[in-house]
């Protein structure tokens, strides 16, 4: 009997998914030592990022109900 499949809290924190279901992500390095790295360096990782399809079909298994 296939029960409920829990989800990965680690994962749920870190990724979402859009509409059309592509895995959405922040980019890393934008917590601290931000002094030494420009400003169109930060800028950058603002924006947006979308994980490969080789990994969103894993995280995807981990966020079953998001």
Do not use: E, Q
């Amino acid at each position: 009997m296939a029960g409920k499949i829990k989800t990965h809290k680690g994962a749920a924190k870190r990724f979402s998914l859009t509409k059309s279901g592509k895995v959405k992500r922040g980019h890393a390095f934008r917590s601290h030592i931000l002094t030494k790295k420009t400003t169109k360096r930060k800028r950058g990782l603002r924006k947006i990022g979308y994980a490969s399809d080789a990994n969103a079909s894993i995280i995807k298994k981990l966020i079953p109900y998001k």
